[in-house]
T-cell receptor, first 108, second 114 residues
């Protein structure tokens, strides 16, 4: 069946550092892929998505590219801010399967 | 601008009680979902519904049931609450179950069973 494997956290970075959170998946066919973000005390919000191979999703300075050959969808941001501190979830097929989540803390 | 509303943010219930968690969406979405969120496990799908009165089991349906009598409302029922059901419960909705536009989530209900 489908599965999502996400980089284990927590991740702690200094402000303006480069961020990568790894996500790989196993699935039949070519599922749509997603990153969601959860700020403290809130539900999940859609951060970005990609619906087919080689698509790049982007939002708020975050990017992820759908890599069919490596079955990956890694999340990147060039310069993180304190306000990016949150838990990030990789998911496929909208939300039918989620990764375990990665907690990011950005220190000033 | 609230789109998916969960009726309670925090609930404390006793072991053996019947518990109802309510979720309402105002986006006319066909599909609705219930998850539980536990540290280190991410979100796990309990049940989903693709139409009124229709339901499908997710990955961890044991100990839970659901009800969808109206399109906008999806209820999660714990028939006899147990301490291992202490968790954060999240409701979501989408236009299609594969959610190419993603899912919209409520703010969650933190349930404690004592």
């Amino acid at each position: 069946g489908d599965s999502v494997t996400q980089m284990e956290g927590p991740v702690t970075l200094s402000e303006e550092a480069f961020l990568t959170i790894n996500c790989t998946y196993t699935a039949t066919g070519y599922p749509s892929l997603f990153w969601y973000v959860q700020y403290p005390g809130e539900g999940l919000q859609l951060l970005l998505k990609a619906t087919k191979a080689d698509d790049k999703g982007s939002n708020k300075g975050f990017e992820a590219t759908y890599r069919k050959e490596t079955t990956s969808f890694h999340l990147e941001k060039g310069s993180v801010q304190v306000s990016d501190s949150a838990v990030y979830f990789c998911a496929l097929r909208g939300g039918m399967r989620f990764g375990a989540g990665t907690r990011l803390t950005v220190k000033p | 601008d609230v789109k998916v509303t969960q009726s309670s943010r925090y609930l404390v219930k006793r072991t053996g009680e019947k518990v109802f968690l309510e979720c309402v969406q105002d986006m006319d979405h066909e599909n609705m979902f219930w998850y539980r969120q536990d540290p280190g496990l991410g979100l796990r799908l309990i049940y989903f519904s693709y139409d009124v009165k229709m339901k499908e089991k997710g990955d961890i349906p044991e100990g839970y049931s659901v009800s969808r009598e109206k399109k906008e409302r999806f209820s999660l029922i714990l028939e006899s609450a147990s301490t291992n059901q202490t968790s954060m419960y999240l409701c979501a909705s989408s236009t299609e179950w594969e959610g190419r536009d993603g899912y919209t989530f409520g703010s969650g209900t933190r349930l404690t069973v004592v």
